[in-house]
Nanobody
Framework: QLQLVESGGGLVQPGGSLRLSCIASGYTLDYYAIGWFRQAPGKEREGVSCISTSDGTTYYADSVKGRFTISKDNSKNTVYLQMNSLKPEDTAVYYC??????????????????????WGQGTQVTVSS
């Protein structure tokens, strides 16, 4: 069974940076679509950025384009999210999720009623002065 564990969250001032990591175990990430999602209190979960572990295709939500970068290290079974120029509105719990059968865009945009193969437990990111 694929398991995902996130790390790297924390408290950062506006304009600062953080790098989140999502480490997979149980299966190798080859051929998966894997991505980062976030949920702030009182808001719906949104897909932030997703990547294909096979060809590197990426997707970014408009709200993070130019500030966040997703990357992968297949040898470490790990996906990263580099977050720069952080804003208070980026505050949320960040989760990673993966699925073998979805495209990168579908994973991030959402597939109503579809259950992804795996979710992590989440890591809190707080952007505040």
């Amino acid at each position: 069974q694929l398991q995902l564990v996130e790390s790297g969250g924390g408290l950062v001032q506006p304009g600062g940076s953080l790098r989140l990591s999502c480490i997979a175990s149980g299966y190798t990430l080859d051929y998966y679509a894997i991505g980062w999602f976030r949920q702030a209190p009182g808001k719906e979960r949104e897909g932030v950025s997703c990547i294909s572990t096979s060809d590197g295709t990426t997707y970014y939500a408009d709200s993070v384009k130019g500030r966040f970068t997703i990357s992968k290290d297949n040898s470490k079974n790990t996906v990263y999210l580099q977050m720069n120029s952080l804003k208070p509105e980026d505050t949320a719990v960040y989760y990673c999720a993966a699925d073998l059968g979805l495209t990168v865009q579908t994973l991030c945009v959402g597939a109503p009623g579809y259950e992804y193969d795996a979710w992590g437990q989440g890591t809190q990111v707080t952007v505040s002065s």
